[in-house]
């Protein structure tokens, strides 16, 4: 472990081996893969001519220009319906019902809280079932996607 600068913490990696996705204080699944937990801020080029008629470009952060990226959730298909119902009202456009504050929980491997990834408004925007293979063995699998307007990041040391 590398010596910390004065008044920094340790750097301490997260070691993740179960995440589950709460809908609104309901556990909804627990899913093998969940990716794009990621936002993009909407850079603004400026163009400036400067002393000798050199050009600078200054870039700056549009205020509020945050894009969250889509979820994508992957899991072994199950038997429980709990996850279509939400899907349903979102297709039944009712989208007052579909859209949730969900949270990706995260847990370390002794089973304690590691971190928690708040997203407002999500909804289910997308669903695809694996490929049907007779002469397959593997899991059948089905990905879910998931819009929302924004997350935060709740956990230890002041997130």
């Not at 004065?6 to 993740?16: E, I, K, S």
Request: include cysteine; charged fraction near 20%; aromatic fraction near 8%.
């Amino acid at each position: 472990m590398t010596t910390p600068a004065v008044g920094m913490n340790p750097v301490q990696n997260v070691a993740v081996t179960t995440w589950y996705l709460d809908a609104s204080g309901t556990s909804l699944a627990a899913f093998k893969t969940i990716s794009g937990i990621s936002l993009e801020l909407n850079v603004v080029e400026m163009q400036h001519t400067i002393k000798g008629g050199k050009t600078s470009i200054m870039k700056s952060v549009n205020a509020g220009g945050v894009k969250p990226g889509k979820l994508t959730c992957t899991r072994g298909l199950i038997l429980d319906d709990s996850m279509w119902t939400w899907i349903q009202d979102a297709i039944d456009g009712n989208m007052a019902k579909a859209r949730k504050n969900i949270t990706i929980i995260l847990y370390n491997a002794d089973g304690s809280e590691s971190k928690r990834y708040e997203f407002r408004n999500a909804f289910p925007s997308g669903w695809s079932l694996g490929d049907l293979d007779a002469a397959g063995t593997d899991a059948l699998m089905e990905t879910l996607t998931i819009e929302h307007e924004g997350f935060s990041l709740k956990g230890k040391n002041g997130f």
